[in-house]
């Protein structure tokens, strides 16, 4: 794991204990904006996840190839 992942976990994890202390309005308001911006780059998130997708077919069976490739409709449903 490289350092920058492991910052990003270590960030992840902050965020995900700063949420779970906050009220519920507020926490829907984060994770509605969240989401939005989700939708809102589908299009690039996609792009970028099809090179990773093809550089894991290389490393890993076909199974877990498909737990990575996200589509329109897994997008939607985070």
Do not use: C, P, S, W
């Not at 939708?39 to 090179?51: H, P, Q, S, V």
């Not at 997708?53 to 939607?76: C, F, H, N, S």
């Amino acid at each position: 794991m490289t350092e920058q992942m492991k910052h990003m976990l270590v960030g992840a994890k902050g965020a995900a204990k700063r949420l779970a202390t906050m009220d519920g309005a507020t926490r829907d308001g984060i994770l509605t904006d969240f989401a939005n911006e989700l939708l809102k780059n589908a299009d690039y998130i996609l792009e970028e996840n099809a090179k990773d997708v093809a550089a894991a077919r290389e490393k890993l069976g076909e199974v877990m190839v498909d737990r990575l490739k996200l589509t329109k409709q897994r997008i939607e449903g985070m």
